[in-house]
């Protein structure tokens, strides 16, 4: 075993990939087709200098290290600038080499593409070396357990690119930004970059002092930290947007646990952004072979559950529990190449964290026997499990997804899902087999329901689409409707066109004015809380009508999704001078819908934590109504509302309520987390055509 420390020196007379003729150069090293380290970014230079170390364990000095070189572009694909082998049996053990790779073009070996100069010293693997070592000694007296399993070096090469914190981003403001449209103003958002990690802000349309309020986590692979590479950009929707500004946090001489308020000025541009920014440090989302499973060890496994136990409640609240996944294989997956076969990989994503196995080469039943461990920053999540087919020349083809909400876990259970298409709306072919336990901490799971979720930064961009806008018109029908029909309902106890229910409804309508009190309010919620627990407990289901008449409107979508194919360029030719507006409609319409799907689906017990927590909150409020003047409270809230930005001028806004209903699933959601029912004698295909509707 050697150990191999490379000293990346710099770049010389690298190509330039970028309009003013320069680039902005990183450097990835790969082993075996796998990445192990990846540069910072340096703008805007052809002669670049990185002085960056990194240290690699190796098992045999027979793979080349293969070394590129891209242009970093946000947003877009990262230009290639050139590639060199550095080929390891030609070094001399124990010495440090000065290397000078030059870069070359495998499509066009003629052109020079500059040079790079490393630092290289490969060593007999001796001595304790942190981290890499004490991992090998963990995975080989587990191995020893199981002597048929064998330690690879590719596992601990994984398990030393774990990351080790949370770097979290509050973006607070922008004071004084460049204006850039004809009135004066902007249009400003700003793009984040820590490595890999890229997330974007949303736009603040017309002003120079934007108001984001935004929060965005990074992972930190490095414990010396890295640096956050920050860019101010205005949206101009008829062309290029337009560079603002750019900035930088270098997160080494920040201080962890604590939260640094920083005023930056913007670079190449004017004003500055007002963030706070804070460094935790966090266990890691790992990746692991079954013989490493870190819940199977009861040790571990209890050590575990002792950290989210009760009575530590309040210790790091925002470390809510942990999850892991055991990919096991799967089986009837769909043929993507012209040989019959595919080249399956899979990859498994958790809110912005997202991991993969490796990918198991012509073959339509694959076994990748990974587990994946997960921080569990809220308990409310969907954990994505997506099938790919590899195809080097372009980009991976979808074979098939599951959504699993983390509170559908059952511990332990080994299980089958179904494969799903894109939308989660229909079958695909093949289904995976997965083994999946959660433990998490329920007060802080209760805490964290009640303030603002995590967005997600890789979701598509909302698009024009005939049936989704039909699709959610009728979902607000059916809520309007809902509506009419009890007061409907009301007025007909006024008509008397049933003179046993207006006398019924009558008396009730006497004693209820007559002994009415605030706190009844919430009581009477409470009550029809219980009621609906108590048809769901005797098998007479409230959500069964509403979730079957979605089931068959999320089919008649997938079912003209053809000829929506044919029609769309046309469609869109027609739409494109109002397809802002079609979109904001679109989405309005669904957000109206939702959010009474939403608190349909919490009185029907759909996420019963959810409802659990609402019988819970609606108890603590009818006991301080009944014992508290409600004067008093309104007192209170009142002064909590004025004085809030006195107290905390950075604090987020949110509001409880919507955040809570933000956690309860829409009748789409219900319909895209349940698991399909398989039928082993009928093919996807005959499944769908012969659904009724």
Not at 285 to 296: R, W
Not at 310 to 337: C, P, T, W, Y
Not at 592 to 610: C, D, H, Q
Request: a neutral charge; proline letters at 4%; hydrophobic letters at 40%.
């Amino acid at each position: 075993m050697y150990q191999l420390d490379i000293v990346l020196k710099s770049g010389k007379n690298l190509a330039a990939r970028d309009r003013g003729g320069t680039s902005d150069p990183y450097v990835k090293f790969k082993m075996g087709g796998k990445e192990v380290f990846r540069s910072r970014t340096v703008h805007k230079n052809l002669n670049p200098v990185w002085d960056e170390k990194v240290s690699l364990l190796l098992e045999s000095l027979c793979e080349p290290l293969y070394v590129k070189v891209f242009d970093y572009d946000f947003g877009l694909q990262d230009d290639f600038m050139g590639s060199a082998y550095l080929y390891l049996e030609s070094l001399e053990l124990g010495r440090q080499l000065d290397v000078t790779l030059d870069l070359k073009d495998p499509q066009q070996p003629e052109h020079k593409l500059g040079t790079l100069q490393l630092a290289v010293t490969l060593s007999p693997k001796e001595g304790d070396f942190q981290d890499a070592n004490i991992l090998f000694r963990k995975t080989w007296k587990r191995s020893t357990k199981q002597p048929h399993q064998s330690v690879r070096l590719s596992d601990i090469h994984r398990k030393a690119q774990l990351w080790r914190g949370i770097v979290s981003i509050s973006l607070i403001e922008g004071r004084n930004l460049m204006p850039m449209d004809a009135n004066g103003l902007s249009d400003p958002y700003v793009k984040f970059r820590l490595g890999y990690q890229k997330y974007k802000s949303k736009t603040m349309s017309k002003t120079l002092s934007p108001q984001w309020r935004e929060q965005f986590d990074f992972h930190l692979y490095d414990e010396h930290g890295g640096v956050v590479d920050i860019t101010v950009w205005d949206r101009d929707a008829r062309k290029r947007d337009d560079f603002m500004g750019r900035c930088q946090v270098d997160l080494s001489v920040l201080s962890k646990e604590h939260t640094h308020k920083l005023e930056l000025p913007l670079e190449e541009g004017e004003g500055l952004l007002v963030l706070l920014v804070t460094l935790t440090a966090s266990a890691a989302v790992s990746i692991s072979d079954l013989s490493a499973n870190l819940l199977d060890d009861p040790l571990e496994r209890q050590n575990i559950l002792n950290r989210y136990k009760l009575l530590r409640s309040f210790h790091n609240v925002r470390d809510v529990g942990v999850v892991q996944v055991k990919v096991i294989r799967a089986e009837g997956l769909m043929a993507a190449d012209v040989t019959g076969k595919s080249d399956p990989f899979c990859v498994v994503e958790l809110s912005n964290d997202r991991l993969q196995t490796h990918t198991v080469y012509k073959n339509l039943n694959p076994e990748w026997n990974k587990v994946f461990t997960f921080n569990v920053k809220d308990v409310h999540s969907v954990l994505e499990v997506t099938v790919y087919d590899e195809d080097k020349d372009r980009s991976a083809d979808f074979l098939g997804k599951v959504a699993i909400p983390l509170l559908n876990i059952r511990n332990g259970e080994r299980k089958s899902y179904g494969l799903k298409n894109k939308a989660l709306t229909g079958p695909t072919k093949g289904v995976i087999y997965l083994e999946m336990d959660v433990i998490f901490n329920t007060v802080k799971a209760g805490l964290r329901t009640l303030t603002p979720a995590e967005q997600k930064y890789l979701e598509e961009e909302p698009r024009v689409c005939k049936q989704l806008l039909q699709q959610n018109f009728l979902r607000v029908k059916r809520c309007v409707l809902f509506l009419i029909n009890i007061g409907s309902y009301i007025n007909s106890c006024f008509e008397w066109e049933s003179p046993k229910r207006s006398l019924t409804a009558f008396l009730l309508f006497i004693l209820a004015v007559w002994n009415f009190q605030l706190y009844m309010i919430p009581l009477s919620l409470l009550l029809l809380l219980v009621w609906n627990y108590l048809r769901v407990a005797l098998g007479r289901d409230p959500r069964h009508g509403s979730m079957k008449e979605m089931e068959d409107m999320l089919e008649d979508e997938d079912d003209e999704l053809d000829k929506e194919d044919s029609e769309r360029k046309g469609f869109m030719d027609k739409l494109y001078a109002i397809q802002d507006v079609c979109i904001s409609v679109q989405s309005a319409l669904d957000e109206v819908a939702s959010y009474g799907e939403r608190i349909k689906n919490t009185f029907n017990w759909t996420v019963p934590f959810l409802s659990c927590l609402a019988i819970v909150v609606l108890s603590i409020g009818t006991v301080v109504i009944y014992f508290i003047p409600f004067r008093y409270i309104v007192l209170i809230w009142g002064v909590n509302k004025f004085t809030k930005k006195l107290r905390d001028p950075y604090n987020i806004d949110n509001n409880e309520l919507l955040d809570f209903l933000s956690r309860v699933p829409s009748d789409v959601q219900v319909v895209q987390y349940q698991e399909l029912r398989q039928d082993p004698s009928q093919s996807p295909n005959k499944r769908k055509k012969n659904n009724p509707g």
